[in-house]
């Protein structure tokens, strides 16, 4: 009968060890895999990071005097470059698409340039490339969502805090003109 009486806690405490482990287990879990979709997404955008050159180049044989708008992109692929942080690079890559944007108005201006086989051909790989970046930041963004929510919430929060688990960044607009709407013509 005595035996009964320690049965219970040790079944209580055992049953206490294999949620607490499960606990951590979830916890490193989900922070392989933001680690995994940071990873996926920074093939896209490294991809991207190569092709600027590229596409600087050929703007810049049609619109040499459009220095300032090939200098933010020069500065922003600096700025990923020398990123030692996720936040870093996500605040580079954000100056990239910003930059971006600006030289493909820039190249409205140069119909020759519109019309060249080599930067249609860079563009067109861009605006693939931009779709994937899009979709794995959208997906990375969905981990970090349940990593945080876990590190933030009762009880895995405890965990977290004992194990040294961090909550992550979100991958979000930082520019708030991107917000806006954009004014489509077509005339």
Known sequence: MEFLGWLIPLGLLAVLAVWAVSQYNMLVKLRNAVEEAFSTMDVYLKKRFDLVPNLVETVKGYAAHESGTFQ???????????????????AGENMLTGALRSLFAVSENYPDLKANVNFMDLQRQLQSIETDIAQSRKFYNGVVKQMNNRVEMFPSNIFAQIFGFKRFPFFAVADEAEREAVAVSFA
């Open 72 to 90: 933010a992109v020069t500065e922003a692929r600096s700025m990923i470059q020398s990123a030692t942080t996720t936040e870093e690079k996500v």
